[in-house]
């Protein structure tokens, strides 16, 4: 076990806080209430990332730092796309087509035994979650998990967390962290999850400034049309993914966006009635 003070972290957030290591790692220090289980889960699927072949930070072991439990990653050196787009706002097609075609390059990927072994599948993912949201009564439950099962399978990569600020981009290209959120599964809900992160931050309240809004709708707008020209078709199916996912993302508790959530899961009984 290491002890000592490792100076300011890089990065803070919900799970972890990100320190520099050495020898071209960082560490990500999780914090007490974190489970040394879902420690080891996100390690496990990191690897599995990373034997994928995808562009992703390598991993390296589980540690423990003054009675803490963290996980060291290659340490990766240049400013999230979201970071770039702050600095760089005239810059935002060419962003969102970049988000579109790394998007795409994962969903290009056919998923290794191991990658399957190892990565829980979509629908189920999905499922439990609906059923762990506790905002949404229980007839829109009920008819999301009904639209749900409805849903073609599919068995890709999906990233399951996919936007902006998870994409790195260095010298060498762009990197896609933080992948807990893995599942093997359709794309089309995953392109829909990027959908539902990237319109909630504006209508939830996320992003009080209106320019900044108009902004972020300009940027999923041309992320969506440039997808769909690199993996053409799906479009029905894609809108057909987000009331189900908008379900799913309840259950994450985030109060400030349970609201607009509950509308869009709503829209599942306008696609079950078309069924």
Same mark, same amino acid.
């Given at each position: 076990?290491?002890?000592?003070p490792?100076?300011?972290?890089?990065?803070r957030?919900?799970t972890?806080?990100?320190?520099?290591?050495?020898?071209?790692w960082?560490?990500?220090?999780?914090?007490?209430?974190?489970?040394?289980?879902? *420690?080891?889960?996100?390690?496990?699927?990191?690897?599995? %990332?990373?034997?994928?072949?995808?562009?992703?930070?390598?991993?390296?072991?589980?540690?423990?730092v003054?009675?803490?439990?963290?996980?060291?990653?290659?340490?990766?050196?240049?400013?999230?796309?979201?970071?770039?787009l702050?600095?760089?706002?005239w810059?935002?097609?060419?962003? &969102?087509r970049?988000?579109?075609?790394?998007?795409a390059?994962?969903h290009?990927?056919? +998923?290794?035994?191991a990658f399957?072994?190892? =990565? /829980?599948a979509?629908?189920?993912?999905?499922?439990?979650?609906?059923?762990?949201?506790?905002?949404?009564? &229980?007839r829109?439950?009920?008819?999301?998990?009904? &639209?749900?099962?409805?849903?073609?399978?599919?068995?890709r990569?999906c990233?399951?967390?996919?936007? /902006?600020?998870? =994409?790195?981009?260095? &010298?060498?290209?762009?990197?896609? *962290?933080?992948?807990?959120?893995?599942?093997?599964g359709n794309?089309?809900?995953?392109?829909?999850?990027?959908?539902?992160?990237?319109?909630g931050? %504006?209508?939830?309240?996320?992003?009080?400034? +209106?320019?900044?809004?108009?902004?972020?709708?300009?940027?999923?707008?041309?992320?969506?049309?440039h997808y769909?020209?690199?993996? +053409?078709g799906?479009?029905?199916?894609?809108?057909r993914?987000?009331? *189900? =996912?908008?379900?799913?993302?309840?259950s994450?508790?985030? +109060?400030?966006?349970?609201?607009w959530?509950?509308?869009?899961?709503e829209? =599942?009984?306008?696609?079950?009635?078309?069924?």
């Open positions: 076990m290491a002890q000592g490792l100076g300011k972290p890089l990065a957030g919900r972890a806080d990100v320190y520099a290591w050495e020898d071209g960082v560490l990500k220090l999780f914090h007490d209430w974190f489970s040394r289980q879902d *420690i080891e889960y996100e390690a496990r699927i990191a690897r599995a %990332v990373q034997a994928s072949g995808l562009p992703v930070p390598h991993v390296g072991d589980l540690i423990q003054n009675g803490r439990d963290g996980l060291l990653y290659e340490r990766v050196n240049g400013p999230s796309m979201l970071q770039a702050q600095r760089r706002p810059r935002v097609l060419r962003y &969102a970049r988000l579109s075609a790394l998007q390059q994962i290009a990927q056919t +998923p290794a035994p399957r072994a190892d =990565v /829980p979509q629908r189920e993912k999905l499922t439990r979650k609906v059923h762990q949201a506790a905002a949404p009564p &229980a829109l439950r009920s008819a999301v998990l009904v &639209a749900l099962q409805a849903m073609p399978e599919a068995s990569i990233h399951g967390d996919f936007h /902006p600020g998870n =994409v790195l981009l260095t &010298a060498e290209g762009a990197v896609i *962290i933080d992948w807990i959120d893995a599942t093997c794309p089309l809900a995953d392109v829909a999850r990027t959908s539902v992160i990237l319109l931050a %504006v209508e939830g309240g996320q992003i009080p400034s +209106p320019f900044m809004r108009a902004f972020v709708r300009l940027f999923h707008g041309r992320y969506i049309h769909f020209r690199l993996r +053409p799906g479009m029905e199916e894609y809108h993914w987000l009331p *189900i =996912v908008a379900a799913a993302r309840l994450e508790g985030m +109060p400030e966006l349970e609201a959530l509950i509308r869009q899961a829209r =599942v009984d306008g696609w079950n009635a078309a069924s």
